[in-house]
């Protein structure tokens, strides 16, 4: 017992020193994360009004293209007109020039409102660049200074991250969970000692009983008032003085 106690205290010392580490980064992690999320949120923004502008240009070119097969059409069928050879010809011949005009004034129409909506995502996408380029600015700088921290403890943290791995080896599974379950719940503390007969979590008197029990280092206790793991202050000075 008196290891399993030993161990799960080594993890929560070597865990207080990773959150320290942790604590280095201060919120750059997050503006990182934040700042990143809303550059991708503007780029997709922009590459679907680049789309949409991309396909408006090639409706006007398909349009354009239409308009000139009417167009000649349209020459063609006023040619006809000097060689009918009755009304109903002629009635044909009119209401097809009528038609074709008609559609050509529709393409027309549609292609002034393609121009139109051109020009609105163009100017769209020319009001978000400076905001988009400010934002890559502010990334690469926080990115920089974030990497910096990293760097400058990478040593330490992998050397803490490997006894970390070696003591939770000897922790078994169950206590692991445990612990992990209150270490979230509280702050990153889940293992404490007694002190001067007070749980070090929440500062909550221990009965005298069960200080006792605790001392005796026979199994695992958790404080009524907070939940943590509690271990007897010789367990906690012998971790300690390693």
């Known amino acids: ?49 680049e789309k949409e ?30 060689q009918v050879r009755n009304n109903k010809e002629y009635d044909a011949l009119t209401k097809e020039i009528d038609s ?21 995502l163009e100017d769209e996408i020319k009001s978000v660049t400076p905001q988009l380029d400010t934002l890559l600015e502010d990334l690469k700088v926080k990115e920089a200074d974030l990497k910096q921290i990293i760097k400058a403890n990478e040593r330490e943290e992998q050397k803490l991250r490997e006894v970390r791995d070696k003591i939770v080896e000897k922790v078994k599974k169950p206590d692991y969970a445990t612990y992990t379950r209150i270490r979230k719940a509280k702050g990153g503390r889940a293992v404490v000692p007694i002190v001067r007969g007070s749980c070090d979590g929440c500062h909550n008197i221990i009965p005298s009983q069960r200080q006792i029990e605790i001392k005796s280092n026979k199994r695992i206790f958790n404080c009524e008032a907070c939940g943590r793991i509690i271990i007897s202050q010789e367990i906690a000075e012998a971790v300690s003085s390693k």
């Open 1 to 49: 017992m008196i290891t399993r106690l030993t161990s799960l205290y080594e993890l929560q010392l070597v865990d207080e020193q990773l959150d320290e580490l942790e604590e280095l980064r201060g919120d750059l992690p997050s503006a990182v994360n934040e700042l990143t999320g809303t550059i991708n949120g503007l780029k997709n923004s922009v590459d679907a009004k």
């Open 53 to 82: 502008k991309q396909l408006a240009n090639d409706k006007q070119s398909v349009n354009e293209e239409e308009k000139t097969r009417l167009s000649e059409n349209l020459k063609r069928y006023k040619a006809q007109l000097y």
């Open 100 to 120: 074709t005009e008609e559609l050509i004034k529709k393409l027309d129409t549609e292609n002034l409102q393609l121009t139109e909506l051109i020009i609105k």
